[in-house]
């Protein structure tokens, strides 16, 4: 739950993991997660310094959603002396909110008072593979 000025929101944020071992074939990982954020980080990119202002989500700007979907594939090799890895990401949000500046300048008149915020969907992909090697500590009594 999430109260500020005029906005009241309630988001469920569910997660779900699924993971499934076969003997030979390695271990398979599926997951759905839903994020909900609930202030905004503004930056004002116009200088040298970049500006930062952590702005609360309002009836106007609501909060920052995103779903992430992930696969993933774990095997051993070499007689588990090595770990072979992979993922992929793939995030989809809604109601990204940041200021404006060029756009305020350039095409929307402006009186001096009001900020200009655009709201927008994102989307990220991402992935990663990893080979290693797997060191066993051993202690000797």
């Known amino acids: 739950m999430f109260k500020a000025h005029d906005a009241f929101y309630i988001n469920p944020e569910p997660r779900v993991s699924l993971n499934y071992s076969f003997d030979k074939i390695g271990t398979f990982s599926a997951s759905?997660?839903?994020?909900?954020?609930?202030?905004?980080?503004l930056s004002k990119n116009e200088q040298l310094m970049r500006n930062l202002?952590?702005?609360?989500?309002t009836s106007q700007y609501k909060p920052e959603k995103?779903?992430?979907y992930s696969l993933g594939y774990l095997k051993s090799l070499f007689r588990n002396e090595y770990s072979f890895?992979?993922?992929?990401?793939f995030k989809t949000m809604k109601d990204l909110v940041f200021f404006c500046h060029l756009?305020?300048?350039?095409i929307l008149?402006?009186?001096?008072?009001?900020?200009?915020?655009?709201?927008?969907?994102?989307?990220?992909?991402?992935?990663?593979?990893?080979?290693?090697?797997?060191?066993?500590?051993?202690?000797?009594i």
């Open 32 to 41: 759905y997660t839903v994020m909900s954020k609930y202030n905004h980080a």
């Open 66 to 68: 995103s779903y992430q």
């Open 53 to 57: 202002v952590w702005v609360p989500a």
């Open 109 to 140: 008149p402006t009186d001096g008072k009001k900020n200009y915020w655009v709201a927008e969907r994102g989307k990220v992909m991402d992935g990663k593979l990893c080979l290693k090697k797997i060191e066993v500590n051993s202690l000797e």
């Open 85 to 89: 890895q992979t993922h992929i990401y």
């Open 103 to 106: 756009i305020r300048i350039v």
